[in-house]
């Protein structure tokens, strides 16, 4: 499939990290990465509608109007503490002055009221900052709990990574060498069947002269000059250590 990436790394068994130009190589594939993304000035345009508006209310968009604007903000209004008489021209109104009067007795029991909140708050405060505080604990145990959890998972992972691949490395340094013994075996083989050759022609007289080699003699002087020229046992080394770790 085009674009498919095969993951073949194992890093608990892989060597070479180190080996100098890796960092480099790892580096440019980096800047040609960073090359190819081409972010466009607003890169959230595709992004999709904002979700902050939904939790926007009338008077947190009207402050925010008023920010952009760059206005004042209002002064506290202290209208709700004032407890003013009628107006001089409804001095001579009963009706404005029971008004006065019913604002008065608001202005009372709101006091009254605030007055209960702090002795409540002096009886019980304590008490309920110590069930706040407990309550508290208790969340950050549980988040404590759930994080050790996770470490313990998530070291569980790469132990079990780590077996996986280590087990893996094992296989295949095994299957490693029993290719090298397989392709020693065929050099091997390849070696010996091409000298019968040349002997069997020798032996049915059809041996040429020393400038006029068979071709079989030429594929046998073409073979690598280690297995011409040592031990089948130090072939079979030299190709393991081609291909061993």
């Not at 100098?20 to 960073?34: D, S």
């Not at 760059?70 to 209208?79: D, G």
């Not at 304590?126 to 959890?149: C, F, G, K, M």
Request: glycine share 4%.
């Amino acid at each position: 499939m085009a674009g498919e990436v095969i993951v073949d790394a194992l890093p608990y068994i892989d060597q070479g990290y180190d080996d100098p130009g890796v960092r480099e190589a790892a580096l440019g594939m980096v800047e040609e990465e960073c090359r190819r993304y081409r972010p466009t000035k607003n890169y959230l345009e595709n992004a999709g509608q904002e979700l902050s508006t939904a939790f926007e209310t009338s008077a947190l968009q009207r402050e925010m109007e008023r920010v952009q604007q760059r206005l004042p903000m209002e002064p506290l209004s202290m209208k709700r503490y004032e407890l003013p008489p009628p107006p001089a021209g409804r001095l001579g109104e009963p009706t404005a002055w029971s008004e006065s009067v019913d604002n008065s007795h608001a202005q009372l029991s709101h006091q009254a009221t605030r007055v209960l909140n702090l002795e409540l708050q002096l009886q019980y405060g304590s008490e309920a900052w110590r069930s706040y505080l407990n309550t508290l604990q208790d969340l950050v145990t549980r988040s404590q709990n759930i994080h050790t959890q996770l470490r313990k998972q998530i070291a569980s992972v790469n132990w079990e990574r780590k077996r996986s691949q280590t087990a893996s490395g094992a296989r295949l340094r095994a299957l490693r060498r029993r290719w090298a013994h397989l392709v020693s075996d065929n050099y091997r083989l390849e070696r010996a069947l091409m000298q019968l050759e040349i002997q069997l022609q020798k032996a049915k007289g059809q041996a040429p002269a020393e400038d006029d080699e068979p071709a079989d003699l030429e594929a046998v002087k073409l073979l690598p000059d280690k297995l011409n020229s040592e031990t089948e046992k130090e072939v079979q080394k030299k190709i393991e250590d081609m291909f061993a770790d």
